[in-house]
């Protein structure tokens, strides 16, 4: 039976649940239950309560939870640009992934971005190794752009455990 799901935005009592879901989805031995750990690239966090109350305070930025009755299953960040949205820490419970959740939050991502700041496109930064990844993301009409960066140094939360760590920018562009 699929999952009753809600989307909304995240407030800060959400916090630690969001920080909690974002690192099991991303790092550590919890992120290998599903397939979008970044584990084998890095080491230690993604966030912390703090980080993520940072977010949801700023005036630019919403970050959106999905939740199966009480249970947070999902989240997204999205950071307002000058003329972009730029999505991030799209994380999805790693036992319910290849559900449709991430699907679903990204489809409600992209309509917020519309609806709140008037977004004619949406940007995201991945790591160019995660192959599955990108494909994932082109299948829902992001494009690769080339344009790659240097991956942030953030001795706090990460460190990386591949030489050259980068991250290449995928678009999108949304039509109003």
């Known amino acids: 039976m699929p999952l009753s799901l809600l989307i909304s935005k995240a407030v800060k009592q959400d916090a630690n649940q969001i920080a909690d879901l974002v690192n099991s989805a991303y790092r550590g031995e919890s992120s290998r239950q599903g397939w979008t750990t970044e584990a084998d ?8 309560p703090e980080e993520i109350i940072q977010l949801i305070s700023s005036k630019d930025s919403i970050i959106l939870v999905c939740k199966a009755e009480t249970e947070l ?8 640009q ?34 709140t700041w008037h977004a004619g496109k949406m940007v995201m930064e ?6 599955e990844l990108i494909d994932y993301y082109e299948r829902r009409g992001y494009k690769r752009t080339g344009v ?23 678009e999108k562009k949304l039509y109003i």
């Open 126 to 131: 991945v790591i160019p190794y995660r192959h």
């Open 148 to 170: 790659r960066k240097a991956f942030p140094v953030n001795p706090k939360f990460w460190m990386p455990m591949v030489k050259d760590l980068c991250l290449e920018i995928l």
């Open 73 to 80: 299953v999902g989240s997204v960040y999205l950071q307002n």
């Open 41 to 48: 690239f890095l080491d230690g966090s993604r966030t912390d």
């Open 82 to 115: 000058v003329d972009q949205v730029c999505l991030g820490m799209l994380a999805v419970k790693p036992i319910l992934q290849n559900q449709g959740i991430g699907k679903q939050l990204m489809a409600a991502a992209e309509l917020v971005s519309q609806q």
